[in-house]
């Protein structure tokens, strides 16, 4: 048994996270696996010297469309498996790192946004779909599965500080919620609430426009899922609200592997 770090953040623009030193924390938390989302950047515009680790690893899925979306998995566990997973992700956007190591089948994912138009909220709940068809399929081979990043999704009215106000707005409209309660009738524990319970207040995204994080009017919408059968393992769970540079905060996950 070892126990094991993952942090997951969505930085907004990895450049723009690196001009601010805003991921210097890493040397301190040096987590096993670093998962970063929408990067705004292809893998050699990433800049050197965000923090002194020197990760074995790092895998990179950068959108066809430049400075859009992006994801970024820093570790030094060595894997058995990578893949963008783009039988999930078919616009090949970049929203995808897979990485499989001994039965663990890890995800580091950002979700699509689907405020922009009715196209776009269709095609979330289609990549939903597809996203929770392939893990049951690994599932079903006997694999553990852990996944994070920006779900885009708050839960339940306790993970957003405005619920009747945003009922009607892509983010917490029933049917993205409902995909979030079939994954966890399907047996997927959302670690946060596993270890927090009913802990109010607690958000990881905040508006930038109307300076809500100050006041602290945000939604939860960054999650750790694991498979039912990693449940026991978990050591803890927490937003890490205090480290500034995006819009959304890191969110972490400590578990027995």
């Given at each position: 048994?070892?126990?094991?770090?993952?942090?997951?953040?969505?930085?907004?623009?990895?450049?723009?996270?690196?001009?601010?030193?805003?991921?210097?924390?890493?040397?301190d938390?040096?987590?096993?696996?670093?998962?970063?989302q929408?990067?705004?950047?292809?893998?050699?515009?990433?800049?050197?010297?965000?923090?002194?680790?020197?990760?074995?690893?790092?895998?990179?899925?950068?959108?066809?469309?430049?400075?859009?979306?992006?994801?970024a998995?820093?570790?030094?566990?060595?894997?058995?498996?990578?893949?963008?997973?783009?039988?999930?992700?078919?616009?090949?956007?970049?929203?995808?790192n897979?990485?499989?190591?001994?039965?663990?089948?890890?995800?580091?994912?950002?979700?699509?946004?689907?405020k922009?138009?009715?196209?776009?909220?269709?095609?979330?709940?289609?990549?939903?779909?597809?996203?929770?068809?392939?893990?049951?399929?690994?599932?079903?081979?006997?694999?553990?599965?852990?996944?994070?990043?920006?779900?885009?999704?708050?839960?339940?009215?306790?993970?957003?500080?405005?619920?009747k106000?945003?009922?009607?707005?892509?983010?917490?409209?029933?049917?993205?919620?409902?995909?979030?309660?079939?994954?966890?009738?399907?047996?997927?524990?959302?670690?946060?609430?596993?270890?927090?319970?009913?802990?109010?207040d607690?958000?990881?995204?905040?508006?930038?426009?109307?300076?809500?994080?100050?006041?602290?009017?945000?939604?939860?919408?960054?999650?750790?899922?694991?498979s039912?059968?990693?449940?026991?393992?978990?050591?803890?769970?927490?937003?890490?609200?205090?480290?500034?540079g995006?819009?959304?905060?890191?969110?972490?996950?400590?578990?027995?592997?």
């Amino acid at each position: 048994m070892a126990k094991r770090k993952f942090i997951s953040w969505n930085v907004n623009g990895i450049r723009a996270v690196a001009k601010k030193e805003a991921l210097k924390w890493v040397d301190d938390l040096t987590p096993d696996i670093l998962s970063l989302q929408e990067i705004k950047a292809e893998e050699d515009q990433i800049p050197d010297g965000m923090f002194a680790h020197r990760y074995k690893h790092l895998l990179v899925s950068s959108s066809h469309k430049k400075g859009q979306s992006g994801v970024a998995l820093y570790t030094d566990i060595d894997p058995d498996y990578t893949s963008p997973c783009y039988e999930v992700d078919v616009l090949k956007e970049g929203r995808i790192n897979e990485m499989h190591w001994d039965n663990i089948a890890f995800f580091n994912v950002y979700f699509p946004n689907g405020k922009r138009s009715e196209e776009r909220l269709e095609y979330k709940l289609a990549f939903y779909d597809r996203f929770l068809a392939h893990i049951e399929g690994l599932r079903k081979k006997g694999m553990s599965i852990i996944f994070c990043g920006d779900v885009n999704t708050a839960h339940r009215e306790i993970d957003l500080a405005r619920p009747k106000e945003n009922e009607d707005i892509s983010g917490f409209l029933p049917v993205e919620r409902a995909w979030i309660d079939k994954v966890i009738e399907a047996g997927y524990v959302d670690t946060f609430r596993y270890v927090h319970g009913g802990e109010p207040d607690r958000y990881s995204w905040w508006s930038m426009r109307t300076r809500a994080r100050e006041r602290n009017v945000g939604w939860r919408i960054d999650y750790f899922f694991v498979s039912e059968d990693l449940k026991e393992k978990i050591i803890d769970a927490d937003i890490l609200d205090e480290i500034m540079g995006s819009d959304h905060c890191p969110i972490s996950l400590d578990i027995d592997l």
